[in-house]
């Protein structure tokens, strides 16, 4: 029997080939010898009763009740399934089967989509091509085994060598089956100021589904989560996390089959996704990450905060300390003048602030949050020398200066919307619903993703910015993108057109340390911290609740990714009255800063 086996510094993965051409599934766990693969291969002389023979040749193997690498739909295996596929006849029978598979030390990056990265002699790599038995249609399986940080990463990728389209319904970027069902599942859940909440809950027969259509990766349910044995703790026990490289829709399903079975599945969400793939096009799945521990949920922290640290977060401020920052947004909102700003910003020089942060309300017309978003010119009326001067003037008082923006987010009222309302995600003939008196940029489109890159470096290089807090303040609604060819296309195009437009400026702008915002925590992911390498964690700055939220936040992302700031009391967001010693111990467990005048 064929042997695919990575191993990490205390785990390893094992799969091996079925005489039928599926990948089975053979160990995830604890590090361990394995020479024959066949000693963990599943045992069996005839199929399970009313499941489905796959080969007629080898009567003893049905999928339905097997440990597999990869599935799709109609052969047996009535499980959700890694791949979903529509046919020109409208047919969705699909049979992938091995066809190669290439070793290799390292890893590529991912064309379009943020991934991990390391040097060579860190990552061991497996690319598994299959087949489909009746077309030219390709599944790649890609494996990368971090050593250090005992990490694995998968992602899939579909490639159309046939002559005719064919419709994508889903593919995730990970499949995990198991033997064992006796986990529990923890999950980060929550919303506006309440974010990654932990709960507890057992999994029982059928499925556990953790999953957002917000458009974003969302507070109500973070994409990362972890299953545990009822007795770990944060010590001692098994326990297993995943999580996804992805900013958008994302689901993962955790399945019991009836023949105790489990399966992990996680990727972008299949609901709102459909993607035509035309002859000789390929389509990519973002890349999941996954980690087993036996030290309980804090090696598992551990294991994932290195992983982050050293194979997420990239370029200049990887590894090194973070400014200290003032944000004006809670002393000021948009009530402010030049005078005032520059008040503020010697109070801050004088108590040691490293970099002064203008939020909202900086560009023209931005009186409230119902009008001018887009319009990213500067308001001269509040400040009349302009923000190269402002800048300067910070600068000369020993701080960095930094600016607040909301690219992907537009008001009716506002410039850009009269000279462009197809630009705003919706269809022009029907009224869109508002959150926050805004709408959303159709990020889609490739005009807008030009006109961001442009005009805000027009801005970065003309505000010598050394800081951008890059805010996201609502959810999608109305989803069309006119540009597209298929509206199924729309969530996730949406997101690849945030990360060119972010992938783009952070080249432009090495030095600079961008800071994700999305009303708060409402995209505290992976993928965006591949461009951002700390991200505001929640508009809730009390004390007592940011207990809460970064402890949960912090099962799964670094301390250095969560930015925690003190903030005046009584606080804006609970009226809670907190003790200064108590926000300063709270706010030093992540990026420390403040958002108080």
Same mark, same amino acid.
């Given at each position: 029997m064929e042997l695919f086996h990575l191993q990490t510094k205390n785990t390893s993965y094992a799969f091996t080939l079925l005489p039928t051409g599926q990948l089975e599934h053979l160990y995830y766990g604890k590090k361990i010898r394995l020479d024959d693969p066949s000693v963990l291969?599943?045992?069996?002389?005839?199929?399970? =009763?009313?499941? !489905? !023979?796959?080969?007629?040749?080898?009567?003893?193997?049905?999928?339905?009740?097997?440990?597999?690498?990869?599935?799709? $739909?109609?052969?047996?295996d009535i499980r959700q399934s890694l791949v979903e596929i529509i046919f020109p006849d409208t047919?969705? !029978?699909?049979?992938?089967?091995?066809?190669?598979?290439?070793?290799?030390?390292?890893?590529?990056?991912? &064309? =379009?989509?943020?991934?991990?990265?390391?040097?060579?002699?860190?990552?061991?790599?497996?690319?598994?091509?299959?087949?489909?038995?009746?077309?030219?249609?390709?599944?790649?399986?890609?494996?990368?085994a971090f050593f250090e940080?005992?990490?694995?990463?998968?992602?899939?990728? #579909?490639?159309?060598?046939? &002559?005719?389209?064919?419709?994508?319904?889903?593919?995730?970027?990970?499949?995990?089956?198991?033997?064992?069902? &006796?986990?529990?599942?923890? $999950?980060?859940?929550?919303?506006?100021?309440?974010?990654?909440?932990p709960h507890t809950r057992d999994i029982g027969y059928g499925r556990s589904v953790v999953e957002t259509l917000a458009g974003c990766s969302s507070n109500r349910q973070n994409p990362f989560f972890i299953l545990k044995k009822a007795q770990t703790d944060e010590d001692l026990g098994e326990c297993l996390g995943v999580n996804l490289i992805y900013s958008g829709n994302h689901?993962?399903?955790?399945?019991?089959?009836?023949?105790?079975?489990?399966?992990?599945?996680?990727?972008?969400?299949? $609901?709102q996704f459909h993607w035509p793939l035309q002859p000789e096009e390929s389509f990519q799945s973002p890349e999941a990450v996954f980690s087993f521990s036996t030290a309980g949920l804090n090696g598992l922290s551990q294991q994932f905060h290195t992983f982050i640290n050293q194979h997420i977060v990239r370029g200049e401020w990887k590894n090194k300390e973070r400014p200290v920052v003032l944000n004006n947004w809670e002393a000021t909102?948009?009530?402010?003048?030049?005078?005032?700003? #520059?008040?503020?910003?010697?109070?801050?020089?004088?108590?040691?602030?490293?970099?002064?942060?203008?939020?909202?309300?900086?560009?023209?017309?931005?009186?409230?949050?119902?009008?001018?978003? =887009?319009?990213?010119?500067? &308001?001269t009326k509040k400040l009349p020398h302009g923000l190269k001067w402002l800048?300067?003037?910070?600068?000369?008082?020993?701080?960095?200066?930094?600016?607040?923006?909301?690219?992907?987010?537009?008001?009716? @009222?506002?410039?850009?919307? *009269?000279?462009?309302?197809?630009?705003?995600?919706? *269809?022009?003939?029907?009224?869109?619903?508002?959150?926050?008196?805004?709408?959303?940029l159709d990020m889609s489109?490739?005009?807008?993703?030009?006109?961001?890159? @442009?005009?805000?470096?027009?801005?970065?290089?003309?505000?010598?910015?050394?800081?951008?807090?890059?805010?996201?303040?609502?959810?999608?609604?109305?989803?069309?993108?006119?540009?597209?060819?298929?509206? =199924?296309?729309? $969530?996730?195009?949406?997101?690849?057109?945030?990360?060119?437009?972010?992938?783009?400026?952070t080249k432009r702008f090495p030095k600079v340390l961008f800071e994700s915002c999305a009303s708060g925590g409402n995209r505290f992911d992976l993928g965006m911290l591949c461009y951002t390498p700390q991200i505001w964690t929640s508009d809730n700055t009390d004390a007592l609740d940011r207990t809460v939220i970064q402890t949960g936040t912090s099962y799964g992302y670094p301390l250095s990714s969560i930015s925690a700031h003190v903030s005046a009391v009584p606080n804006h967001q609970t009226r809670r009255i907190s003790p200064l010693n108590s926000r300063l111990a709270v706010s030093s467990f992540g990026v420390f800063g403040c958002e108080i005048n």
């Open positions: 291969s599943e045992k069996a002389v005839f199929p399970s =009763g009313n499941c !489905v !023979v796959y080969d007629r040749n080898i009567p003893h193997i049905s999928l339905e009740n097997r440990m597999l690498e990869h599935s799709s $739909t109609g052969k047996g047919s969705y !029978v699909s049979d992938f089967v091995f066809q190669k598979f290439e070793r290799r030390r390292g890893k590529e990056s991912i &064309d =379009g989509l943020p991934s991990s990265y390391g040097v060579e002699d860190e990552i061991e790599s497996i690319i598994i091509t299959l087949k489909e038995k009746h077309h030219e249609i390709y599944l790649q399986l890609n494996y990368s940080s005992d990490v694995i990463a998968r992602s899939s990728k #579909l490639i159309n060598r046939s &002559d005719s389209v064919i419709s994508i319904q889903s593919l995730f970027s990970m499949q995990l089956d198991r033997d064992d069902i &006796d986990w529990q599942i923890m $999950t980060f859940d929550g919303h506006w100021g309440r974010e990654r909440t689901q993962s399903n955790i399945e019991v089959s009836a023949y105790d079975r489990l399966r992990i599945l996680s990727g972008i969400h299949p $609901t909102y948009f009530n402010f003048n030049e005078s005032k700003i #520059l008040k503020l910003a010697r109070e801050a020089a004088n108590i040691g602030v490293e970099c002064f942060v203008l939020d909202d309300g900086w560009f023209k017309n931005r009186k409230d949050d119902s009008r001018a978003l =887009g319009d990213w010119y500067t &308001d800048s300067r003037q910070i600068q000369a008082m020993n701080m960095s200066f930094g600016l607040w923006v909301e690219p992907e987010m537009i008001n009716e @009222d506002s410039d850009l919307y *009269r000279s462009h309302p197809d630009w705003a995600v919706g *269809r022009v003939d029907q009224v869109a619903s508002l959150s926050r008196n805004q709408r959303v489109n490739p005009d807008v993703q030009d006109y961001l890159i @442009d005009r805000l470096s027009e801005i970065f290089e003309e505000a010598e910015v050394s800081f951008v807090k890059w805010d996201y303040n609502r959810i999608f609604s109305d989803h069309y993108g006119p540009t597209l060819d298929h509206q =199924g296309k729309f $969530t996730h195009s949406f997101i690849l057109g945030t990360y060119r437009v972010l992938d783009e400026l």
